[in-house]
Structure formats: C-alpha cells, structure tokens
C-alpha cells in the first residue's frame, strides 16, 4: 500500500514540476476553429483581440511620479503637509496599514525629491514596518535600509530604492494573492500625492497654475482609480474606498477636460521615440476648487487617523 | 480513508505552490529582466506583470503627463514570440505599433499634452503543436533628471 502511496506522490510531484517549469499546455484546437479564425479580416482580429484581452492593468502615478510631477511644477517642500510618524501606533487593520503604507511611500518619495536625507530615511523605517505588520517583510528588508543609508547624498539612487520598495509591496501582496490590499496601497498613495498637491496651492487657483493643472488632470488618474477598485468591490474595505473615490468624483464632474482633437503621433525611429499631442482646453471654477481641496483633505485625514 | 485524505492534501499542496511559484517567478523576473532595461529613465515603482500564453493580450491604462519623457519596457521570457504592441489613444485609435519598428519591445514616449493611453500586448500565436506561457512584465520609466515642463 505503501509503495502505492509513494508512486502516486512522485507522479503528482512530477507532473506538477512539468507545469510549473516548462508552463506548456496541449493545443486542443479543431479543425473548425482553426477555419473560424482564418475567416476573420485583420481589424476584425484587432477588435475581437481587444475584446478578449485577459488581463487589464490600471496603473495610477506612483508616488514617486507624483513626488515629480509636484517638483517640476515649481512647488516646494513642507514638512508639516507629511503624516506624523508617530502615527503609525494607530494602524492596527489591513485597511488602515495598506492606506497607510501608500501615504507614507508619498512622504518618503516627497521628502527624497527635495533631498530631505533625513526624513526620506525615517518615512522608509515606518514604510518597513507596516510592510512587516501587512505580512510583507520581504518588500523592504534590512538591506534595502542599509543600501539607503549608504547612499543618502545620491538622489538617484535613492529614488531606485524607493521605487523598487513601492514594487515589491505591490508585487508581494499580488504574490500572497492579495491584490485588494495592493490597491489599497496605490490609493493611499494616489490621495498623498493629490492632498499635497493641493495643500501646496494653498486653496488658490492663483499660486502655481502649473500645479493646478496636475490637479485638474487627475480626474483622468480617478477614472482609473474608480475602475481599479471595482475589480475588487466585494471587499466591503474596497466599497468604503469607492464611496469615498464617488465624493471626490463627484467634485471632479464639474472639472471640464475639453479635447478638441485626437491624439497625433510624430515617431522618430531613429531616437525609438514617439511625440504625443492632442489639443485639450480646461476649466475650473474657484468655488470647484474649493470643494477640492476640502474633501481631498477630509479623506486624507480619515485615512491617517 | 486516512490515505485517502493524505492523497487530496498532497494534491491541494502542489496545487497551490505551482501557482505561487509561477508569481513569484514573475516577480523575479519583473525585477531582474525587465527593470534594468529602463535605464536611464527612474522606474515608476508599478508592478505590472502576468502569467500570459500565446494568443493571450493585456491592456494597461495609464495617464501620460504634459512634458514628462517616459520609457515604456514591454518584456517577456525568452520562451515566448516578440510581442506585439500598441499604443492606442483614448478613443482606440493606434498611435504606435510596434510592427513598424521591428517590433520594438522598448519605446519612448514623450507626451506634449495630458491624456489617459492605453498599452496593448498580445502574445503572438506561433500556431504550434504546443502552447507555451511565460512572464510578460509591462513596466514605466519617467525621465528624473528633465528641465522645466513645456507649455
């Protein structure tokens, strides 16, 4: 009976190392199939392509995109716009912990843009252990806060560390088969970015237009936020959030994005580059931005307390 | 009975490492194949990667920023075709295609205007007697070191 048991473990056991290694399947296809697919014209092909797509990826400006687009448009630094590090003693539920983790990732990158040695090496330590209490260690170990403390003065690759740290968090969670918690990562770190953001206007259209314009255009990034939570609305974190993303939403209706034409592309093969331009118009009113900027930050706070 | 048990767990256990095992491949390789081939450019920190087999496609949403440079990596494992990508506007039309640049898996994009642009990648169908799959990671750069926005 025994040597039953033992033959029939190896043969699962190989078979499953079968799959995994060599991750090949049988074609079962038929004749008719096959006919099926001839018949198709080529736009047909690209349509039902589109259609069929197994996989769609919302990708939403990281932090550290945000951290950018915040200091090319002539904004400066705040440390009293960061959440408190002491504050991280009161994320004690996934929810709390994987907002939180995307809100001091924001910090941290923030902080990093303006050379803030310091406080970029402290928004990490707090990052490190809510990835830890997440169940995630392995996303931001010892090393990764040794390599940054070694090369503090070099920007560039302190922006390497954090970026690579924001992947890992989100790349592991999607490992554990968590990817509910992964978005609540990204948008804790979406909110940061538009609540410091907005803060830096000091609540006026007047301060910074540039800045201004990287906030009206995240009406396109809560677009993708809202259709990155419906893939996960069962979870009832995931409805909080989306009713929460609705609110804003439903400020962001009375920003108009106005494209007046398509988008055109002028491609250099010889750079492997592509120019994208379209002409769009944009608007909004002072009292707009005013909703803005208090509900960006009621749901910032609710998210840090 | 006791065997019986024994033998659906051993079943249920292989059942799930497989699958984490090809994530956790995925991961490895998103970080050690397809990141490095952003240089110069500061990877964004997204982690968009897929278990994907021939025939298959992704999308990928992303908004693209007035002024910023970005380098697009679209990466698979060596066991799979070149695949093919597009670049397509909001409205679907197709603003890069990769076959006409001998399908190209790494471009970069300038944006002069704010839009939300869609990635599509599909894993050509070599019509074979088997199927293969592998990691395909879709990764963006932004360029650090750019001037002031344009206007």
Redesign the interface.
Known sequence: MFRILFSFVVFVLLLSSFFSCTCQQQRDRSAEEEEIIRSVIVDEQLMEDFAKSKMIFYSLPSPLETAMLIKRAGAGFDVDLLNPLSNINRYNTNLKMALNLGVYSANMSYSSLFDQTQSTLNYMNNSRKLAENLGILEAIDEETIRRLEENMNNREVVMDIISETFMNSNAYLTEQDRPAIAAMVLVGGWIEGLYIATQLTNGSLDTNPELIDRIVYQKLSLNTVLNLLDSYKENPDISYLIERMNELRVIYDDVKIITTSNVEAETHPDKRMTILRSEAETFISKETFRKLFEKVAEIRNEFIS | MV?SR??RC??LI??F??G?????Q??SF??NIA?PQLEPF????????????EG?????????????EYRLVVSAVE?LPELHIQ?L?????V??DNK??EN?Q????????????IV?V?VPDRG???????CVA?L?G?K?S?G??RR
Not at chain 2, 43 to 52: L, S, V
Not at chain 2, 89 to 93: I, K, L, T
């Open positions: 065997i024994l033998i051993l079943v292989v059942a490492w497989s984490v095992e090809v994530t956790a995925c991961i998103a970080r990141r500061t990877h964004d920190g997204n982690f968009n990667a897929t278990y994907m087999e298959e496609s992704a999308e990928l949403y992303k908004t693209f920023f007035e002024g910023e066991s670049v506007d909001e409205h679907r039309h603003v890069f006409n640049y190209a790494v471009w970069d994009f300038t944006a002069e205007t704010t839009g939300t642009m599509f599909r074979m007697e088997t199927i293969t799959g592998g879709l963006f932004v650090s750019g002031s926005r």
